[in-house]
């Protein structure tokens, strides 16, 4: 996506998506398992800055990685 913010200033970023699900399962009536994926098909997120006046073009670009993410927790009741 290509965002012009300025007439000297363009913003160039990649798609992103997360995906989630979990799964739970009932040991008991008083402890429940559940276990937690956030972020399924993580996608390394890009963006480039392009600054341009009379004089120079300065570019900045940029990686930010993500990963998945899983979480196990178990739920008690007293």
Excluded at 23 to 40: K, M
Excluded at 48 to 64: C, G, K, L
């Amino acid at each position: 996506m290509l965002i012009q913010q300025t007439e000297t200033t363009q913003v160039r970023t990649s798609k992103r998506r997360v995906w989630d699900a979990y799964a739970q399962w009932t040991q008991t009536r008083d402890l429940t398992w559940r276990l937690g994926l956030s972020n399924l098909a993580p996608l390394d997120a890009f963006s480039e800055t392009v600054i341009r006046n009379a004089a120079f073009i300065t570019t900045t670009d940029s990686v930010n990685k993500t990963f998945l993410n899983w979480t196990l927790r178990a739920e008690m009741r007293f």
